[in-house]
């Protein structure tokens, strides 16, 4: 009965792959996020997606996919794999995109 | 863009004293100011949280402050325990735009 999870918990991968991270919400929120949190903590939007639809895009490199296939999913797939990609990556939810987000318990990705 | 500064990066308090945080934003229109508290190894949390038409917030131990015209907003936690021992994070959200963070602060409680 998790309200935002994320699969999987952990990742470890060498350079130059390609990997997913999966992302549900059973909140029935309309908008879903993805952010990257670097060893320093900081906390950086990546994505944001309300009712399928992509309405922020950062100034993430293109190796980074997110997508869609119904608003209760957001996954996050990346290609080419860098060493810089290890961070914490957290899929969030809010009802609509003025209102709190609600964070899924992280996947750590480490890029070897 | 909204910019968010936070203050102090690391913030040690005597067990039962109080803990302030402080955030600046330059985002006028922003409306919307969460605080998260995020534990070691798990996930940011809401703790508290206010809106542009209120001035303070408050929840038990907890409570936000909001100076719409500074454009500042404080944490305060009073009587701190060991489990407020965690990193906390402040956000501003402008209406349509997209949550921005602080740098977060590292507050650890000392017995």
């Known amino acids: 009965d998790t309200a935002v999870s994320q699969t999987p918990k952990y990742l470890v991968t060498q350079m130059g792959n390609d990997k997913s991270i999966k992302c549900e919400q059973n909140?029935?929120?309309?908008?879903m996020y993805w952010y990257k949190q670097d060893s320093k903590k900081f906390l950086k939007i990546m994505f944001s997606?309300?009712?399928?639809?992509?309405?922020i895009n950062e100034t993430v490199p293109n190796r980074f996919s997110p997508k869609s296939p119904d608003k209760a999913h957001l996954n996050l797939h990346i290609n080419s794999l860098e060493l810089g990609d290890s961070a914490v990556y957290f899929c969030?939810?809010?009802?609509?995109?003025?209102?709190?987000?609600?964070f899924g318990q992280g996947t750590r990705l480490t890029v070897v | 863009g909204e910019n968010v500064e936070q203050h102090p990066s690391t913030l040690s308090v005597q067990e039962g004293d109080s803990a302030v945080i402080k955030c600046t934003y330059s985002?006028?229109?922003?409306?919307?100011f969460p605080w998260y508290k995020q534990e070691l190894g798990k996930r940011p949390q809401l703790i508290i949280d206010?809106?542009?038409?209120?001035g303070e917030k408050k929840d038990q131990r907890i409570a936000v402050t909001l100076n719409k015209t500074a454009k500042h907003f404080s944490l305060h936690i009073t009587e701190t325990q060991p489990e407020d021992s965690a990193v906390y994070f402040c956000?501003?959200?402008?209406?349509?735009?997209?949550?921005?963070f602080g740098t977060g602060t590292r507050l650890t409680i000392i017995p």
């Open positions: 969030a939810s809010s009802p609509t995109a003025n209102t709190e987000a609600f």
């Open positions: 909140l029935g929120h309309d908008t």
């Open positions: 997606y309300n009712n399928k639809e992509l309405i």
């Open positions: 985002d006028s229109a922003s409306n919307y």
């Open positions: 206010i809106r542009s038409n209120v």
């Open positions: 956000a501003a959200l402008p209406t349509g735009e997209k949550l921005t």
